[in-house]
């Protein structure tokens, strides 16, 4: 029960400094690989775990229920090797891929997503595939991200500007080094709650240097 309480706790205090863009939560390690104008990024992520769900269409509620799923299972919806549930520490940023048509600039590309929409939250570093708790949903699952390199550019507010983030990133990356590959997608780094002017989001995009 104190476990309980403890880790209720940290989530109610997260919450509360959450509000004004205090973030005590782990994020993937990453390392820098250049910059470009308009402040994008170039970084090089290793593999990573995640806990994955897909949104199918994309929509307010279907993310809700999205994070929802994410949540339940951080919060002891899983199994464990001795059969019992573990609370593990929430992470950022979440990711939401797919779901919506991105027009790209040349040379890549329009690309149409017929794939569903997903959204992810990474585990916390210490575990692997092995050894993280196994969900109790089927709608959750674990995946590893491989080893990539992405851009991001990143930007506050309350993100309902993400889809022309994303082609401003893409637009930025034109006459560079870097080609994108895939789809764009969207990095978020605070709740909801989060006062707008304060909240981190970026638009990301992997890519290959050309």
Request: aromatic share 8%; proline share 6%; hydrophobic share 40%.
């Amino acid at each position: 029960m104190w476990q309980a309480i403890s880790y209720y706790g940290v989530l109610a205090l997260e919450s509360v400094l959450g509000v004004v863009g205090i973030r005590l939560y782990e994020e993937p390690r990453f390392d820098m690989v250049g910059s470009l104008k308009d402040g994008i990024e170039i970084r090089r992520y290793g593999p990573r775990l995640a806990a994955e769900v897909e949104l199918g269409e994309a929509g307010d509620a279907r993310r809700d229920e999205a994070f929802g799923l994410l949540f339940a299972y951080i919060a002891g919806a899983n199994r464990t090797p001795a059969l019992a549930n573990e609370r593990v520490a929430m992470t950022v940023p979440v990711e939401v891929r797919g779901g919506e048509r991105v027009a790209m600039t040349v040379p890549v590309q329009i690309v149409d997503s017929s794939a569903a929409a997903t959204m992810r939250f990474y585990l916390p570093a210490k575990f692997t595939h092995d050894t993280a708790p196994t969900p109790t949903d089927a709608r959750v699952r674990l995946v590893t991200s491989p080893t990539e390199t992405i851009a991001v550019s990143r930007y506050s507010g309350s993100g309902a500007d993400s889809m022309q983030r994303r082609r401003e990133l893409v637009a930025g990356l034109a006459g560079s080094r870097w080609q994108p590959v895939g789809e764009p997608y969207t990095l978020s780094y605070d709740a909801p709650f989060t006062l707008p002017f304060v909240r981190r989001n970026e638009a990301a995009v992997s890519v290959i240097a050309r």
